[in-house]
Each structure stands twice: as C-alpha cells, then as structure tokens.
C-alpha cells in the first residue's frame, strides 16, 4: 500500500515521500511557475490532437480544455495555490485540473511525458524571449538612428587606443553601433529559426506507441515542423544555449557602448549630457550626476555570460537522454532574458535622450593632431610623396607643433616650409576637422554623405 505522502503523480511504486531536503532539492516550481502560459499552451495543443486522433474522447478533450482556461486563468489572476510537493509546473497544473475536472484529467499525459512537456514550454519561452529581444534591438536601432540622423555632421574624436586618431562624424559614431546591434538582432533571428521545432510527442525519449500527430501540434503552439528524433528532442539545450550566446555578444556591445557613455559623460570629457531620467545624484557630493544606468547595463555582460558557461557547464558531460541536471537550465536563463531586455530599454532611454556637446566635440576633434592624416595624404596626392616619406615630414611637422604648444593649424606656412619647402597655402584645406571628414568619402567611411546614405539605408530596412 502506497504512502499517502507518496507523490500522486508517480508514487505508485512508492513506499514513503521524500525527505524534505530531497523535497528543496528536487522542486524547481518556485523558478518554472513562469512557463505556466506555456505549458497550458502546450497541453491544450496535445488534448486537441488526443481527441483529434481518436484517442480521447472529444467530450474529454472539451472538459480538458474547458479546465486548463481555469487554471489559467487563476494563475494569472494569483489566486494559483502553487505546491513544492508537487515539483514543477507540468504536476501543479495537472493536478490542479485534477480537482477541477475530475477523471478526464489523468488522460491529458497520454503519449506524452514531462520530458518533452518541459522541453517544449521551455522552447516556446525562449522563443518569446527571442521575439523581445529582436524588438528591443530595433527600438535601440531607431534611437540610434535618431542621433546619427541629427548629427551626420557633427565632427568629434576617432580614437584608437584611446588616443585621439582623426576626426570622425557623431552619425558615424551611432552608425558604428546600428551596425553591431543590428547584427546582434541576426543573431537572435538565426536562433529562433533553428529553435522552432517541436519537440512535443518525444515523450519520454523514444517516442510512443499511441498514434499521435506531431505536426499537428507543431502547427498548433507555431513551430515550423516536429523535431526529427525524439532522443535530441528531449535532451537538448543548444536553442537555449544560442539564445544566451545571442544575448552574451549584444550584452557585450551593450558593455562597450555603456563604457563610452561613461567615459564621455564625465567632467573631463564633456562629449554628452544624460539626461536626468537615466542618471543619478550622490548623497554628499551636490554637483554629481552619475551615469547609474550606463555602469549597469556595462555589469550586466557579467551575469548573462555567466548564465551561458553555466548552461554549457550543465550540458556538456549528459548522456542521452534526459537527466535532471537540465532543470538547472531555466534559472540562468531567466535571469540573463530579464537582464538583457532591461539593458535593451534602458540603453535605448539613454540614447534617445542623450544630448551631444557640439561645440565640445568639434574643439576635441581639432585637438591631439587629429589631421595629420590628412596632411600627410595631401602631401602624397599634391606633391607626389611616397607615403612613407609623408608620413615622416608629417611626424616633424607634429613635433613642431608640439614643440611650440600648437596645433597643425596653427603653425605658420614658413614653419611648414622650413620642413619641407614645397607645401603650399592650399595645405591649410585640408587640416581643418570638417573638411578631413567630408573628404572620407570611401565605402563605410566617415564622410556626412555617406552617414547620411546609411541613415537612409537602415531607416528603410527597419520599415
Ligand atoms: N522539472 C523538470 C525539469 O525542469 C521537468 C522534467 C522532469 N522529468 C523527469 N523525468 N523527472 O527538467
């Protein structure tokens, strides 16, 4: 005789109940309540296809789905009482349907098993997460377009190493940053197409023996087609390993972009103010604004690449098929959707707020011999230089400059030409910062027209 603490679902060869360690252990549905939508989505599809296919009764099916709306409906509404001695998800509603349906209930797990119940609500969630992180990326994309749009022109810095290198345009700044995110979003959009395939109907792990129609509930939950062996069905993790991949590399980007943030909202750079909404003051210090919303989403590479070695970590020693280490699974990537969607908003708040220093940006541009470039190009294309000899007059130019506290512009023609005679007036041309931009007109280059063709270009692809 079976134990009245042993668990209704599979206690049948049960002497006792579990210790209330193995209970703590054993129970994730403090952490998988959240795929309840899911997993009603999921048993609705299979009842459907049961009765559909004749192995249950329509009537049964139609009280079934009747229930899990009941269900769902007190989950949303919290009025669900959710129970550690029932595990998970998958045996907190079904036991719940129990006690509202009755008999017809226990037919609801024909031909399935929570293995392929847990590997399809899980999919399903990570594709919802795709699809929002997909949107975040083009709400980030259109902020950035914003600024690049407005500030085509702006000249600024172009720094290598930190060091100032040539002037740049603020567009093509923001354009750098359309380029990552918008490949970020391929990445997303890669991984959902690969991750929608059903893997409902593997059941346990080698499929079943009842004449059950996977297509259809593929079709039903909007997967393109069933998964092909129910082994990999039920065992895999990869779709939500390329999703944490996916959300490492754009945390990253997030990471760098959040670091310039910082860096040219301080005193000593001036670049942008933030706005107050995304910015905070410091309890003794009046004069502070702090980038809070920037040091944030710079952090948060850290717990979401986290999440992605953990996940590998779990997977990679488990044989076929199922085993419980991948209900270690869910947690990580909970955390790191939540976070990376959080970075997404707040990261697009601060663009669409953040306000360029114009004036300070083009009097950094000028600074550091920003042009010599330049200079050392026209040599090249005016008086014919290889541009190894170019770069060298140009280096003596620098020195001098520096030796005299200036910047290129500022030396007179016949200290130029104490350098090398031949440089004429028409070397000042190029030396200022607009025109150095306007001149990179190359394919990707800095030039405004070209920014302004990239603006266009993306406006459009994003609709
Ligand atoms: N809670 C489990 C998980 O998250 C569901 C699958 C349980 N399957 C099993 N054979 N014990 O992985």
């Not at 079934?64 to 769902?72: K, S």
């Not at 509930?217 to 390993?241: H, I, K, Q, Y």
């Not at 520096?402 to 030396?431: A, H, N, W, Y």
Request: proline share 3%.
């Amino acid at each position: 005789m079976t134990d009245k603490t042993a668990n209704q679902m599979w206690g049948g060869r049960f002497a006792s109940g579990p210790d209330a360690i193995m209970e703590a252990i054993n129970a994730s549905i403090s952490f998988d309540q959240r795929l309840a939508a899911q997993d009603i989505a999921g048993s609705r599809a299979h009842a459907a296809m049961l009765s559909a296919q004749g192995i249950i009764t329509d009537k049964d099916a139609e009280t079934i789905r009747e229930g899990l709306l009941t269900v769902l409906s007190e989950i949303e509404g919290g009025s669900f009482q959710f129970s550690t001695a029932l595990e998970d998800i998958h045996m907190n509603v079904e036991a719940r349907l129990k006690e509202v349906i009755g008999e017809p209930a226990g037919r609801l797990h024909t031909g399935r098993s929570r293995n392929d119940q847990v590997a399809t609500d899980f999919r399903l969630w990570v594709r919802d997460q795709a699809d929002a992180a997909i949107a975040g990326l083009e709400a980030l994309m259109r902020a950035l377009l914003g600024q690049a749009e407005a500030g085509a022109d702006w000249v600024m810095p172009g720094f290598t190493h930190l060091q100032t290198a040539q002037p740049v345009t603020w567009g093509h700044h923001m354009m750098a940053y359309v380029e990552m995110f918008a490949r970020d979003k391929s990445r997303f959009e890669d991984a959902r197409r690969r991750m929608n395939e059903s893997p409902l109907g593997a059941a346990a792990l080698a499929g079943t023996s009842f004449p059950i129609d996977r297509h259809a509930t593929a079709e039903a939950l909007g997967f393109d087609r069933p998964m092909a062996n129910s082994l990999d069905a039920v065992s895999d993790r990869d779709f939500a390993l390329e999703f944490l991949g996916a959300a490492s590399i754009c945390a990253m980007h997030l990471s760098r972009m959040a670091e310039e943030l910082v860096i040219w909202s301080s005193a000593q750079f001036r670049f942008v103010v933030l706005s107050d909404r995304f910015s905070t003051g410091s309890s003794i210090m009046p004069q502070k604004k702090n980038p809070d919303a920037a040091e944030l989403i710079r952090a948060k590479i850290g717990r979401i690449f986290g999440a992605n070695v953990a996940l590998m970590m779990v997977m990679k020693g488990l044989p076929l098929a199922y085993s419980k280490d991948m209900q270690e699974d869910k947690e990580q990537v909970f955390d790191a959707a939540d976070n990376l969607m959080l970075a997404l908003a707040a990261m697009t708040g601060m663009v669409g707020d953040m306000k360029a220093n114009v004036p300070g940006l083009e009097g950094a541009a000028g600074a550091g011999f920003s042009t010599a470039t330049d200079l050392a190009d026209w040599l090249v294309r005016v008086l014919g230089m290889p541009f190894r000899d170019a770069h060298h007059v140009t280096g003596a130019l620098v020195a001098l400059a520096e030796g005299k506290g200036c910047d290129l512009p500022e030396l007179s023609l016949s200290d130029m030409q104490g350098v090398e005679p031949r440089i004429t007036e028409e070397v000042f041309g190029v030396l200022g910062v607009h025109n150095s931009v306007a001149s990179r007109m190359s394919y990707g280059g800095t030039a405004p027209e070209r920014v302004r063709q990239q603006v266009a270009a993306w406006t459009e692809k994003l609709g």
